[in-house]
């Protein structure tokens, strides 16, 4: 079955630039989503296929997708993006949808 | 507002069954497919099924975790979609969300806040 790999853990500085990866085979031929789960909240949609940002998202979320990675790019990092994040896919071949493993961004 | 609200959540022993509800408000889901995922206490998230609306025939799909022990279905006319849960075991312990897919590549655009599942004796 299809698995997407994320790094467990970024930690950044305030202001900085984090980058969280989704690996998967081929990964660029499917569209990801990325989600933000804060503790004790439901996850909401900050990125969209690959690249596109719901209403109400600050443009400093922002994504990417080739080959075999996909990338969150969250710039001019805030305490508030303090979160996990999961990136997403439809697996069509085996219809049903694959989630990365989360990863837990650390603001430090 | 736009919302989904999922309900039906408790405690229940293994081998038991528990039926959740997703009611949404301010948007029809008659047109979209509905999805349901879960997530165990401090795990990551877990896709669990999806039902497709009228237009696809409301066809459903399962994770094989979950697949001949959950079904789920939808009364467009009450804007609700369900979650049957039988043969209940302790790893199906979890907040169980439901969420709105738009697209081909089934983005979640909106989700309910969880309702917690305890499968304990």
């Known amino acids: 079955s299809y698995i997407l790999t994320q790094p467990p853990s970024v930690s950044v500085a305030p202001g900085q630039t984090a980058r969280i990866t989704c690996g998967g085979n081929?990964?660029?031929?499917?569209?990801v989503h990325w989600s933000q789960q804060k503790p004790g909240q439901a996850p909401v949609l900050v990125v969209s296929?690959?690249?596109d940002r719901p209403s109400g998202i600050p443009e400093r979320f922002s994504g990417s997708n080739s080959g075999n990675t996909a990338t969150l790019t969250i710039s001019r990092v805030e305490a508030g993006d303090e979160a996990d994040y999961y990136c997403?896919?439809?697996?069509?071949?085996?219809?049903?949808?694959?989630f990365g493993g989360g990863t837990k961004l650390t603001v430090l | 507002e736009v919302q989904l609200v999922e309900s039906g959540g408790g405690l229940v022993q293994p081998g038991g069954s528990l039926k959740l509800s997703c009611a949404a408000s301010?948007?029809?889901?008659?047109?979209?497919?509905v999805h349901w995922v879960r997530q165990a206490s401090g795990k990551g998230l877990e896709w669990v099924g999806r039902?497709?609306?009228?237009?696809?025939?409301?066809?459903?799909a399962y994770d094989a975790s979950v697949r001949g022990r959950f079904t789920i279905s939808r009364d467009d006319s009450k804007n609700t979609a369900y979650l049957q849960m039988d043969s209940l075991k302790s790893e199906d312990t979890a907040v169980y969300y439901c969420?709105?897919?738009?697209?081909?590549?089934?983005?979640?655009?909106?989700w309910g806040q969880g309702t917690l599942v305890t499968v304990s004796s």
């Open positions: 969420t709105r897919a738009v697209g081909y590549w089934q983005r979640f655009d909106i």
């Open positions: 081929n990964v660029g031929t499917k569209s």
């Open positions: 039902i497709r609306s009228k237009v696809d025939n409301f066809a459903t």
């Open positions: 301010g948007f029809t889901i008659s047109g979209s497919a």
């Open positions: 296929d690959d690249r």
């Open positions: 997403q896919v439809w697996d069509s071949g085996n219809t049903r949808v694959v």
